[in-house]
Structures are given as structure tokens and as C-alpha cells.
């Protein structure tokens, strides 16, 4: 039988290396010729992937055909934009990956031949890493953990670029502009793309790795055909595009590790019992990922929304990293230091403020009925998966994007807002959204017999139809396989 090893290279941070597992899970089950080794990539502030890896060696659902390699961190220069950093922290760890794939090449001490290296997976931001994949002779493939609408504005704008010098940091104070993207049937406001390409400082870097997408051997991405059928197929034909395959929902369903914290077991329990007792999707949920976190006054609007609304609900309340510092957010001692006084005791028995949440258990839960959500990828694929509708509120990176497509693209949440961004530069300039916005969002997501509601519903099935055998995304997985081991 022919083996065949294949390496990921996940980006670092727990968002890419979990789904990054999941994926690498669904390669090996799917055929017994496969074995995948993962290179993992360490942030010297993220200590949570350390746990991660340690729990993954530990635990009965990782085959043995998968093996974890933790990359010696390597020196990078502290103070530098978060651009740059993460730029100079994947050349730092290109020596290592070249390294540690040449000893998986070679013969092991017993003289036994390794099984034939067949490719390189890498993250979006490893594109640097295809240069190592070029040094071994094999293809590398992308495996892209957004979605597909962002994916072909990317490409699209990065085409532009380089073809008619198309500078889209113009748009960055043009509230009204809107352009025709391939990857969306609407035209897309220049007020929901990804900040990166509005930033002048980050621009050319984020358009370099873009760039180098078009040089592996195929795309995979986090989505499946129904889910965007305008964006995957907008890809057939593209010029110097390598062919694109939908792949999800990947997501880690097993537990909540991946999200990180603490928390521990004990108040996840409390935090199920509680819902064990409310009606069927009578809770909304909030949370915003694990960088989610809001100032005082924000807070405060947020807390008289749901007192106002009256809705039961389970709050995820993190405690913002001190300014002009990349970290992420902490836990509060007491949460009376920010909230309005004697909220806890007012909404005692209709709602539950925690710090880090157990985001799948909470979605997946019968009681719970929205989901009041930053619009993070993986977010959005488990809100689908389980059933329940989205009331948008993005902060950063792509997740305008995200909003929008959801939004108006495909009706399948509602909107609290879609533009709001987060102030990174640590002053006074980031917008706040009233109380009022925010109770509206909350009724419209609650709302029993909605559209919206009915449209995530039978997105659901189709998300788990897509996966089993026959489906769209069982198929594309099907033709890497073939691809990889012919």
C-alpha cells in the first residue's frame, strides 16, 4: 500500500491550530495511507497552545497517524508592530521547519524508511513556508481558515494592486464607497473590508502573502458549496488562481480547550445546570472570542440592553490587556468593578455573567435560542452547525467582512452592527453602540418565527449533509487525497 506523510503548518494562535487538528483528523480517518505530523508554532504571550498540545497528546480521539512537534520558539524582536512581529516570527521559525522535516525524511535509527513525504499544508500567514516545501520537492497547499467570500476579495484586490496599482487604503475614509467584488453578489462597503487592506502600514505585507497563495498547488477553505455557492463558484476560470476546495465545517466540537482561559470544569458545570432549567431557546448568548473585551462604558450600555430586553441570558465578560500592549484578554475579579451597580442582583435569576465561556456546550445546548457574536469564521461555522441565529458585532481583521456576508449576503443573522472596529491605537476614538442598538439586535436575533431563524435552522443540516459521504465537502476531500497520494 502506498503511504504517503503529509506536514501542517498551522499559524499560531489557537483560532488556526484548532481547526488546523480537526482537519489534519479528517485527512487520516478518511484514509489509512495518510499520516500528518504538525509543527507547532509557539507565541511567547499565548500560553494556552501549550495546554492545548499537551491535552491532544493525552486524549483517545487523536489517531495515532498524527503526531505534534512543538518548534523551539526563537528570538524575535519585541515592540514592533503586530505586522511585523508575526513577519519576522515566521522567518525565525523557517530554519526550524526545515529542520525538523528533514529528520521526518530520513530513516529512523533502525534503519526504517519513513513513509514518502506527499506535501506541505500551511496556514495563511506560513506562506513563507512554501519556500521549504519547494527545497523538499513537493506541493504545498493552503489550507485557509476564513471563508471563501473573503478569500476572493483578497485575491481580487491583490490582483488589482499589482495589475493597475489599485491603492485600497484610498477607501479607508470613504463611508459610501462600494465596489463589485467577484466573491459577492452585492457590492461590498469599503467600511466592512478587512482593516488590513485599509492600513497603509500593513498593506504591501498582508498583499505579499497573498501573493504567494497563487503559487501552491490548491486552496482549501473552512466552507462548504451551499453555505457560499456564489463565492465558491466565482472562482472556476480566475486567472493564476489554484483550484479551490470547500472543505468545511471543520470545527473542534469534542470540548472547549481551543477557546482557552480559564474557567475551569466546575463553573462550565454551573454554567449547564443553569441552562438545564430554562425553556428551549429562550437564552441568548454572548461572547466575543478570545480577544473579545470591552471598556467601562460599553459594558454598561451593554448590560441595560439586557435588562432591558428582559431575555435570559449568559454574558462572557473578559477583562481588557493593558493598553499599548499585545495580549490577550484576563479574567475580573469581580465583575461589580465595571457593571452597573446591583445588576448582578437585579438579573439574578434571568441571566449568568461569567468570563471565559464554553462556547460550544452553551451553543449546543437546547436553551439556547442566539447569539450575540464578534463574527469570528469558526463562531459563525459552530452558531450553523448547531442551529442558532446570529446577531453580528465584529471588531477587527476580517470579521466586518464576515457580518456583511451573513448580513445581506446570506441572510442568515441580524445586525447589531456591521462596521464597528475597535480603536487599536489606545485612545478615545472607538465608537460605542448604545443600548438601544443593542436591545434591537437582541430581539430581532430572538425572535421565534424569523426568516433568519428558519435559514440557520436548514443551514444547519446542510452543513452536516455536506460532511458525510456523498457530500460536497466529503467530496473535495476526496479529490486532494487522490491529488496527493497519485
Known sequence: MNKAQLVFVPGPGMGHLATT???????????????????????????KVGAYID????????????????LPQGNVEKGVRPMNFLISFMENH????????????????????????????IDMFCTTMID????????AYLFYTSNAGCLGLMLHFQGLRDKHELDTTELKNDRDAELAVPSFSN????????????DENRVDDIFNFVRRFRETKGILV????????????????????????????????????SNGGSGGSDGNADIIKWLD?????????????????????????????????????????????????????????????VLPEEFLDRTAEKGKVIGWAPQVAILSHRATGGFVSHCGWNSILESIWH????????????????????????????????????????????????????????????????????????????????????????????????????
Not at 233 to 257: A, E, K, Q, W
Request: a negative charge; charged letters at 25%; proline letters at 6%.
Open 187 to 198: 457590492h461590498v462597503p469599503a467600511r466592512v473590508f478587512p482593516d488590513v487592506i485599509l
Open 94 to 121: 523557517k530554519p526550524h521547519v526545515r529542520d525538523a522535516v528533514h529528520k521526518l525524511t530520513h530513516s529512523d535509527s533502525a534503519g526504517s524508511l519513513s513513509p514518502r513525504l506527499a506535501g506541505f499544508f
Open 387 to 486: 442551529g442558532v441565529p446570529i446577531a453580528t458585532w465584529p471588531f477587527q481583521a476580517e470579521q466586518q467582512l464576515n457580518a456583511f456576508g451573513m448580513v445581506r449576503e446570506l441572510g442568515l443573522a441580524v445586525e447589531i452592527k456591521l462596521d464597528f472596529k475597535r480603536d487599536l491605537t489606545g485612545g478615545n476614538n472607538e465608537m460605542k453602540v448604545s443600548a438601544e442598538e443593542i436591545e434591537d439586535g437582541l430581539r430581532k436575533v430572538m425572535e421565534h418565527d424569523s426568516d433568519v431563524r428558519k435559514r440557520t435552522k436548514e443551514m444547519s443540516e446542510k452543513s452536516r449533509e455536506a460532511l458525510m459521504k456523498g457530500g460536497s465537502s466529503y467530496f473535495s476531500l476526496h479529490r486532494t487525497i487522490n491529488d496527493l497520494i497519485a
Open 132 to 139: 521549504v516545501a519547494n527545497e523538499f520537492g513537493v506541493p
Open 277 to 337: 432549567d430554562q425553556p428551549d431557546s429562550s437564552v441568548v448568548f454572548l461572547c466575543f472570542g478570545s480577544m473579545g473585551y470591552f471598556g467601562e462604558s460599553q459594558v454598561q450600555e451593554i448590560a441595560r440592553a439586557l435588562e432591558n430586553s428582559g431575555y435570559r441570558f449568559v454574558w462572557s465578560l473578559r477583562k481588557p490587556p493593558p493598553k499599548d500592549k499585545i495580549a490577550m484578554p484576563t479574567e475580573y475579579e469581580d465583575f461589580k468593578e
Open 55 to 70: 491535552s491532544l497528546s493525552a486524549s483517545t480521539s487523536i489517531p495515532e497517524t498524527i503526531k505534534f512537534i512543538n
Open 222 to 257: 473552512n466552507t462548504f458549496a451551499e453555505l457560499e455557492s456564489h463565492a465558491v463558484s466565482s472562482f472556476s476560470g480566475r486567472d493564476r488562481t489554484p483550484i479551490v476546495y470547500p472543505v468545511g465545517p471543520i470545527l473542534n466540537l469534542d470540548g472547549d480547550v
Open 21 to 47: 487538528v480537526e482537519f489534519a483528523k479528517l485527512i487520516v480517518n478518511l484514509d489509512d495511507r495518510l499520516s500528518i505530523t504538525v509543527l507547532v508554532m509557539n507565541l511567547p504571550f499565548d500560553h
